[in-house]
């Protein structure tokens, strides 16, 4: 209700329920299924749900989010639990590999995220740049403190003498995201921060590069 009831926000709120549908029949998670049926509920309802710029941004961003974590995910299988029975590595070490495997993590999430995204915003005629990976990988750690400040204060919002908590949790937020905010409007200033590529021919090539990767 807040948002308006954008395609973006629905369609990422059936996902949600679908997914959750599925735990309460104990069922197994599948976030790609989730993602699929919510796309198409949105449809069902809506046919032109499919031309919103933000629907589609929200789809394709997730989509190569849920890739950059299994990706994550399958190299961590490769490497379970950092060899428990090995002698315990010296403490910056393991600093230094944990920083490592968060950046891992965050790099691969956003890339995958990216070039998702990057068919729509030629095909929309937006800009892009390189500068918008390096930039993301900055603030992706934000987004998780923001969403659970931000719960937190819609829930202390409902008891009136929570209110001062609720105070606490809106300010932490609303700093994060002027951060955010500022973060993205300073990156926007750097000399080619925006790119605009010729809309045929950067189609042609984004559908030769998913051709290249189902091969």
Do not use: K
């Not at 990057?118 to 892009?128: C, E, H, I, N």
């Not at 990156?187 to 091969?215: D, H, K, M, R, S």
Request: glycine share 10%; aromatic share 12%; proline share 6%.
């Amino acid at each position: 209700g807040i948002t308006g009831f954008t395609p973006s926000v629905l369609r990422a709120g059936a996902a949600v329920c679908i997914g959750a549908l599925g735990v309460w029949l104990m069922a197994p998670a599948d976030p790609l299924t989730s993602l699929a049926l919510g796309g198409l509920w949105m449809s069902a309802f809506n046919s032109y749900a499919v031309c919103d710029i933000g629907f589609e941004l929200s789809f394709a961003a997730v989509a190569g989010t849920l890739a950059g974590a299994e990706l994550v995910r399958r190299r961590a299988a490769r490497h379970p639990a950092r060899e428990e029975d090995a002698p315990r590595r010296p403490l910056p070490v393991r600093l230094a590999a944990r920083a490592w495997d968060a950046f891992w993590e965050a790099g691969c999430i956003t890339l995958c995220a990216s070039a998702a995204t990057f068919p729509v915003l030629v095909l929309r005629g937006m800009s892009t740049s390189l500068y918008a990976l390096v930039s993301s990988v900055a603030v992706l750690w934000m987004v998780q403190p923001i969403l659970l400040l931000g719960i937190g204060a819609a829930f202390t919002g409902l008891l009136p003498f929570l209110r001062p908590l609720q105070m606490v949790f809106s300010f932490g937020a609303g700093l994060l995201v002027w951060l955010l905010n500022g973060w993205a409007r300073w990156v926007e200033t750097w000399p080619g921060a925006q790119i605009y590529f010729e809309t045929g021919y950067a189609a042609f090539l984004c559908l030769v590069l998913i051709g290249l990767c189902l091969a």
